[in-house]
């Protein structure tokens, strides 16, 4: 105990301590800026987040953005690993170079699409246009705003999926693929009933950390798009940006910060349950 | 299997005590943090300077300002190095930046924290009534009567960076508090291609788009019109409030706090129209989340007919590395014009600028060095020096100097403008309603939203900011 002390009185301070304090001033009215006492509302914030419309335009604007950029680096991640696990010769390199995107800062990342995805003199419509396509207003358009986030996060994220996919399936044992062979079974059959369910709980794994991750997605938003065109492209935190540090009403921020938090317990909880029941399965 | 005796296990006894210490250190840090809580409230308003300025220090001082990054902050700290070190030898100035966006954020997390690595914040004007009913900047009423000479300006200018509550258009209140003296003033220039439309400027909104359209249909590539529309700072709010005054709307009524039915009267709808239907099919395709430097670009690369933008960003379209117009600033020039804004049915400009203020959380030897340096700045002969190292002065005198209007083809275009200003809104709730407007300005600029709606939607949701006080729970949504 006496060694590890420093460590949890560090967590006491750095983690525990905010965290109950903003359970506590989320109750309240106050204000970083303003000042004056913190006076107690019960639930008031609570109630009016859950309520707000505005609110609700944000949470079904994060959830597509979740699902849908989750979805495509699942596909596209697990895709690549099990390319790269077929391959004898290359696999350290072609793994090295894939894993680039993930080490850059988001921030760094957000601008150098911002440039690539410029309507006027980016390089994606200029490559778009020398095969005759037309220009695409990829960050000014409602969808195509949304799009572009997702594919961004996309192109970074999708390594991390590959990498987790890919330590499945090195660790699929290769006599169960020899049995498969040897009753001639197909090359779909085998990854329908070898590959795919060892690997899969592994995969929900990474699918679970890269859905929390998206889902407090803030820097790309606002790198790339602001939030704009309007807001149709503000995600829950990138809210809670704007009700924290524009109005400064820490009260309310803090409400919407515990309710994500809240939000990302219980959907984890439901999720550990079924990865629990799959293994005992 | 039990372990009768872990090792490094402590005994019961021990355990307690050190759980006790770690509740106690944390019901000492929550008591902390409420008790900083009781003295915010005791601070509420804004802390008075000394009328006459106290002995300065003589040991090495530094005197650090926050301001956003863009030329001028570079040209005011080279500025006063050089000319406040001729009478503040231990003085050294650092104006400290952040990117644009960050700009508001980054003072008033630190006003928050009641602790400031600055001592003199440069505030946009309509900053002014969140930092004084916050208590975060000096008040400097006293100060200005014994030491400035308010005649010297425009009531207006010194109104609009530092009065509160907010002057009426065009007005100064001669017993409101004043929080602040003029750093840099500045509006809009229309710029125009003189090679393209001519060397003579659109004197009305309705023919200065006629000249954008025949442009733009005359040289193809060239998009007609470059103008603010991006979501972030104050962009497209600063584009839709000009237009709205151009053509006779109002933002608000201040005295009776009303927005909704204001702003989107029948004027409003007007500008909003001329705004989305008019102004921005002549803009380049993806241009919606345009602000100062993309117009600039589009202005230099020879892309745009006419632009507008702020006159203190306008200074590096004359630079020829930065430019496609010329090799020279002469031959840019024979292209490049610089014009007052057109008139519709006002001849309303936008007030941009910024004002200095002294934080209240400075030391006290660099607040008293902070006034004096206030007290330098707003000299006559320091103001035309400010005028000709590419600063845009507040002083009337200094306005109408020939080491004004010789420095740059577009100070004319800002003395012309200043008895022509409007600004925004200077309540606390700035950067809220701000940001209301320009998200919804932005997305009727995009598309995604009709204009009307976008409109109403606007004095909707900032009448319900202005209206929130009394609400429970969920301010800021």
């Keep these: 105990m006496a060694f590890i002390s420093p460590a949890m009185l560090l967590l006491l301070a750095m983690s525990v301590f905010p965290l109950l304090w903003a359970l506590y001033l989320s109750f309240t009215d106050y204000s970083a800026t303003r000042g004056g006492p913190a006076n107690f509302i019960g639930f008031g914030n609570y109630t009016a987040i859950l309520t707000s419309a505005q609110v609700h335009t944000r949470a079904l604007t994060t959830l597509i953005y979740v699902v849908g950029a989750v979805g495509l680096q699942t596909v596209l991640g697990f895709g690549i690993a099990y390319l790269i696990s077929r391959r004898t010769h290359g696999r350290g390199v072609l793994t090295t170079l894939f894993l680039v995107p993930m080490m850059l800062s988001p921030v760094v990342v957000g601008l150098f699409w911002r440039f690539m995805l410029d309507a006027q003199f980016g390089v994606v419509n200029s490559m778009l246009g020398s095969v005759g396509l037309g220009q695409v207003e990829w960050l000014t358009r409602q969808r195509t705003a949304l799009l572009s986030l997702i594919v961004v996060d996309t192109w970074q994220w999708t390594p991390f999926i590959m990498l987790i996919a890919l330590a499945g399936l090195t660790a699929v044992p290769k006599y169960l693929y020899e049995a498969a062979s040897i009753d001639r079974a197909s090359e779909w059959f085998r990854f329908r009933t070898i590959t795919l369910p060892l690997v899969w709980p592994l995969l929900l794994i990474a699918v679970m950390f890269r859905a929390i991750e998206a889902f407090r997605l803030f820097d790309l938003v606002y790198i790339l798009t602001n939030g704009g065109p309007g807001v149709s492209t503000e995600t829950l935190s990138f809210h809670i940006y704007k009700v924290a540090f524009l109005g400064f009403n820490t009260g309310t921020a803090s409400a919407y910060g515990i309710l994500m938090v809240l939000v990302v317990i219980v959907l984890t909880q439901f999720y550990l349950r079924y990865l629990n029941k799959l293994k005992e399965g | ?477």
């Excluded at chain 2, 650090?64 to 070190?85: C, G, H, R, T, V």
């Excluded at chain 2, 220039?189 to 060397?199: A, C, E, P, V």
């Excluded at chain 2, 009709?450 to 800021?476: F, T």
Aim: glycine letters at 8%; charged letters at 20%; aromatic letters at 8%.
């Design chain 2, 1 to 477: 299997m039990r372990h009768p005796k872990r090792i490094g296990r402590m005994s019961a006894p021990g355990r307690k005590v050190r759980l006790a210490s770690a509740a106690m250190l944390l019901v000492a840090t929550t008591m902390t943090a409420c008790g900083e809580g009781k003295d915010d409230g005791e601070k509420a308003s804004a802390p008075k300077a000394p009328a006459t300025i106290p002995e300065l220090t003589k040991d090495p001082l530094t005197l650090s300002f926050i301001w956003f990054d863009w030329p001028p902050a570079k040209a005011l700290e080279a500025f006063a190095n050089a000319e406040y070190k001729k009478e503040r030898p231990n003085a050294t100035i650092k104006v400290n930046t952040v990117p644009n966006a960050n700009w508001h954020d980054a003072m008033f997390t630190q006003f928050a924290a009641r602790k400031t690595d600055f001592d003199i914040a440069i505030l946009d004007s309509q900053h002014i009534g969140e930092a004084v009913t916050n208590g975060n900047i000096l008040d400097l009423t006293d100060f200005v009567k014994e030491n400035i000479d308010v005649a010297a300006y425009n009531p207006y200018l010194l109104a609009a960076y530092g009065q509160f509550p907010q002057a009426e258009t065009g007005k100064r209140d001669e017993n409101a508090s004043l929080y602040g003296l003029p750093l840099l003033g500045d509006t809009w220039t229309m710029i125009y291609r003189k090679d393209l439309i001519g060397d003579k400027p659109p004197q009305t909104w309705d023919q200065m788009i006629a000249a954008a359209e025949k442009c733009q249909a005359d040289n193809p590539g060239v998009s007609g019109l470059a103008f603010h529309q991006a979501n972030g700072s104050d962009a497209a709010a600063v584009t839709y409030n000009t237009v709205n005054g151009v053509y006779g709307g109002n933002l608000w009524d201040s005295k009776t706090r009303k927005i909704d039915g204001v702003i989107n009267d029948a004027a409003g709808q007007e500008a909003m129209d001329v705004l989305v239907n008019k102004m921005k099919p002549l803009t380049a395709k993806g241009s919606g989340n345009w602000f100062i430097d993309e117009v600039n670009a589009a202005v230099a690369q020879g892309k745009a007919c006419i632009a507008f933008n702020w006159i203190a960003a306008s200074g590096g379209l004359l630079d020829p590395k930065q430019s496609t117009l010329g090799t020279s600033r002469e031959q840019i020039l024979d292209k490049l014009g610089f014009a007052t804004l057109p008139s519709q049915k006002t001849n309303l400009v936008p007030l941009g600028g910024m004002g200095m203020h002294v934080s209240a959380y400075s030391a006290t030897a660099n607040q008293t060095e902070a006034l004096n340096f206030m007290k330098w700045f707003e000299r006559a002969d320091i103001q035309k020096k400010w005028a000709a190292a590419g600063g845009v002065p507040s002083r009337t005198d200094a306005l109408e100097s020939p080491e004004f209007l010789n420095a740059g083809p577009f100070n004319q275009v800002y003395t012309d403008s200043v008895p022509r200003m409007r600004d925004m809104w200077n309540v606390p709730e700035y950067a809220r309603l701000v940001d209301i407007e320009n998200t919804n300005v932005n997305a009727a600029l995009n598309g995604a939203k009709k204009p009307k709606d976008a409109l109403d939607d606007i004095a909707k949701e900032q009448q319900g900011v202005l209206d929130s006080s009394s609400r429970k729970g969920g301010g800021g949504l």
